[in-house]
Nanobody, 119 residues
Framework: QVQLVESGGGLVQPGGSLRLSCAAS????????MGWYRQGPGKQRELVES??????TIYADFVKGRFTISRDNDRTVSLQMNTLKPEDTAVYYC??????????????WGQGTQVTVSS
């Protein structure tokens, strides 16, 4: 099993910055995929940005150079968010695909961290 713990959410004014971090713990062989999703009030969960060891980075159009994902080590991924807008307000979820045995990777989700952009 893999457990994910997110940190770094909070309240920020429009135009401000936040850095989210996600740390994976547990027993696994590798984590080829790490990413961030978000779910705003009354909206469906959507991809923000992800990083794969083979296929690289994917990001949503609304990121537009404002957010940057980085893989700090084999267990930690961060999301640097700049120039935040009120519409970025959402619960942000960390997700990974981890190989816990020789089979295909399994998906895991964190509990989510609230990001509120408001003056």
């Amino acid at each position: 099993q893999v457990q994910l713990v997110e940190s770094g959410g909070g309240l920020v004014q429009p135009g401000g910055s936040l850095r989210l971090s996600c740390a994976a713990s547990g027993s696994f062989l590798s984590i080829p995929f790490m990413g961030w999703y978000r779910q705003g009030p009354g909206k469906q969960r959507e991809l923000v940005e992800s990083i794969h060891t083979t296929y690289g980075t994917i990001y949503a159009d609304f990121v537009k150079g404002r957010f940057t994902i980085s893989r700090d080590n084999d267990r930690t991924v961060s999301l640097q968010m700049n120039t935040l807008k009120p519409e970025d307000t959402a619960v942000y979820y960390c997700t990974v695909a981890a190989k816990v045995d020789v089979g295909v990777p399994s998906n895991y989700w964190g509990q989510g961290t609230q990001v509120t952009v408001s003056s």
